[in-house]
T-cell receptor, first 114, second 111 residues
């Protein structure tokens, strides 16, 4: 399967703990995006990378959130000191710059903060 | 003010009852409008990209159209397996390289 993959699929954590999610994009895609989706809403942009460079971060992204893509392949999203308001589906998407603009999404990581 | 608005929020159809979903947008520099299907607990699945007013795309029972201010997703003779949330998103000059999504339309097709 050459689609976008995300791990874990589900994560339950207690408030105040740190969590890390991983995204593996489609292999030839050099752009990678992170979105957050809450119930009844569309995905909301968090940040994106072109190769290993983080080019844009949402103003809504607090300092507790950090993302990396060290070798321009997989990416990680870390949330420090989780809060109940962080509970959401975290989605990763990828595309090949210079090609069609459509982004292909992974299955998401469902985070529940208790 | 929401830049991407979808209506209705929810739609119930009988199998075979055709209808349309609406996505209106207020951006000025549209680079592309995208339709996705999302099943519960899963990531969005890409359906169509529309780039300019007048453009149409079709796939099975779905047809997407685009005007200068809105897009329609027409569903012809739907089946229960078409039940899902349909999301539209825009990419625009003022947004850079990210997508801005509407809240989606939840479609339920009953047999």
């Amino acid at each position: 399967d050459t689609g976008v993959s995300q791990n874990p699929r589900h994560k339950i954590t207690k408030r105040g703990q740190n969590v890390t999610f991983r995204c593996d994009p489609i292999s030839e895609h050099n752009r990678l995006y992170w979105y957050r989706q809450t119930l009844g809403q569309g995905p909301e942009f968090l940040t994106y990378f072109q190769n290993e460079a983080q080019l844009e971060k949402s103003r809504l992204l607090s300092d507790r959130f950090s993302a990396e893509r060290p070798k321009g392949s997989f990416s990680t999203l870390e949330i420090q000191r989780t809060e109940q308001g962080d509970s959401a589906m975290y989605l990763c998407a990828s595309l090949r710059s210079g090609g069609p603009y459509e982004q292909y999404f992974g299955p998401g990581t469902r985070l529940t903060v208790t | 003010e929401d830049q991407v608005t979808q209506s209705p929020e929810a739609l119930r159809l009988q199998e075979g009852e055709s209808s349309s979903l609406n996505c209106s947008y207020t951006v000025s520099g549209l680079r592309g409008l995208f339709w996705y299907r999302q099943d519960p607990g899963k990531g969005p699945e890409f359906l169509f990209t529309l780039y300019s007013a007048g453009e149409e795309k079709e796939k099975e029972r779905l047809k997407a159209t685009l005007t200068k201010k809105e897009s329609f997703l027409h569903i012809t003779a739907p089946k229960p397996e078409d039940s899902a949330t349909y999301l539209c998103a825009v990419q625009a000059v003022e947004y850079g390289n990210k997508l801005v999504f509407g809240a989606g339309t939840i479609l339920r097709v009953k047999s």
